[in-house]
C-alpha cells in the first residue's frame, strides 16, 4: 500500500475479524480471559475478535509467532507472566519480549490455588506438604510447560517445601485440569480463571491461594503464606500485544478497546466471578505495560536462575 492507501486503510481499521492469539489449550485461564475480552472487543470494534490458540513450549511458540506476524493491525497476543519469565527460561529464545513488541494494554490479575486429585490422601495444608514430603518420587506435579505460571508457582512450591516432585508439561493448565480431575496426576497450582468452578463442584481439593491477601470468590482458603510458606507470592497478570511495528493509531484504539471491555459489565461479573481483577483504567496504557513488562522482567529472572530449571 502507498502511504496514502495506508492512511486510509487505518483510519477504517478494523474492517475484517482481528486475530487474537492464546499461547496456551482452549478452555485453559488464559483463554477464558481472551474469550470474554474478545466477545466484549467485538461489540465495540464491529469486528469479530476471533481467538487462536497456538500451543507450545510453554507459550513461547505463540509469541515466537506473534514477533513475526505482519504488523497489519489484524493479530494481538495475549500472555501472561511467561514474557517475563521466557528470557530466563530459555537460552535461544528467537523474540524480545521488550523490543519484539507494540505494547496495547494490561488486563487482569489471577490468583492462583494449589490443587491436588480428589482422593489425594491428605485433608488440609499441614497434611498435604507431610504427604508430599514423605511420597515425594511417586508424586506427579502437573503444569503447561516452561514458561507458564503453572510451572513457576510449581517449582516454588518444591523449593519452599524441600522437594524434587515429577513435573508433567500439557500445552495449557486446560488439559492438565483434564488429568488431575482423571487422577492421572496429583497436585496442580492453576489460575482461580480455570479452578473456581472445579473447587466449589468438590471435583478437586483445594489447598490454598497463592496471593498475599485471602481471595474474595474464595473465602475460606487461606493463603499459602499464613500456612507457613514465608513470603510465597504469585499473582498472575495478563497483558495485550502487537507485533512490532503495528501503526499507533490502530495499537490506541484497540487499547480504547481493551478498556472498554474491561468496563462492560459482562466482563466485570464474569471475572469478579472467577476470582479475576481487572486491572485500574489509569494504568492501561501502552507504556504502563512496557514498564511494568521490564520490571518482571528483573523481578523473575533471579528466581528462575536460582530454580535451575532451562531450557534451549
Ligand atoms: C493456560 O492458559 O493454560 C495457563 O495460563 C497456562 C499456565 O501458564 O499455567
Given at each position: 500500500l502507498g502511504t496514502a492507501a495506508f492512511a486510509h486503510a487505518q483510519g477504517n481499521w478494523p474492517t475484517k475479524p482481528i486475530t487474537l492469539v492464546v499461547p496456551f489449550a482452549a478452555g485453559g485461564p488464559t483463554d477464558v480471559v481472551a474469550r470474554t475480552l474478545g466477545a466484549a472487543m467485538t461489540k465495540s470494534l464491529g469486528q469479530t475478535v476471533v481467538v487462536e490458540n497456538k500451543l507450545g513450549a510453554g507459550g513461547t511458540v505463540a509469541a515466537a509467532y506473534v514477533a513475526k506476524a505482519q504488523p497489519d493491525g489484524y493479530t494481538f497476543f495475549i500472555h501472561h507472566n511467561g514474557m517475563a519469565t521466557a528470557p530466563a527460561l530459555y537460552?535461544?529464545?528467537?523474540?524480545?519480549p521488550l523490543k519484539d513488541f507494540e505494547f496495547v494494554s494490561q488486563a487482569v490479575e489471577v490468583p492462583m490455588t494449589f490443587l491436588a486429585r480428589k482422593d489425594f490422601p491428605a485433608n488440609n495444608f499441614q497434611e498435604m506438604v507431610t504427604y508430599i514430603r514423605a511420597n515425594k518420587e511417586k508424586i506427579n506435579l502437573a503444569n503447561a510447560g516452561l514458561g507458564a505460571v503453572s510451572q513457576l508457582c510449581g517449582m516454588m512450591f518444591q523449593r519452599a517445601v524441600g522437594v524434587q516432585l515429577t513435573e508433567v508439561p500439557f500445552q495449557g493448565t486446560a488439559p492438565a485440569m483434564n488429568a488431575l480431575l482423571g487422577g492421572q496426576v496429583d497436585v496442580l497450582c492453576d489460575q482461580t480463571t480455570q479452578t473456581v468452578p472445579q473447587i466449589k463442584a468438590g471435583s478437586v481439593k483445594l489447598y490454598g491461594v497463592t496471593t498475599k491477601n485471602r481471595v474474595k470468590v474464595l473465602p475460606n482458603a487461606p493463603t499459602l503464606a499464613e500456612q507457613g510458606l514465608k513470603d510465597f507470592e504469585v499473582v498472575v497478570w495478563h497483558g495485550i500485544y502487537a507485533p512490532k511495528g503495528t501503526p499507533k493509531p490502530v495499537v490506541d484504539r484497540m487499547n480504547a478497546a481493551v478498556r472498554a471491555a474491561l468496563k462492560d459489565p459482562d466482563v466485570i461479573k464474569r471475572m469478579d466471578d472467577l476470582g479475576a481483577e481487572i486491572v485500574p483504567d489509569a494504568t492501561n496504557t501502552p507504556e504502563a505495560l512496557h514498564a511494568w513488562l521490564k520490571s518482571e522482567i528483573d523481578k523473575w529472572g533471579p528466581v528462575i536462575k536460582a530454580g535451575g530449571k532451562f531450557a534451549d
Open positions: 537460552r535461544k529464545l528467537s523474540f524480545d
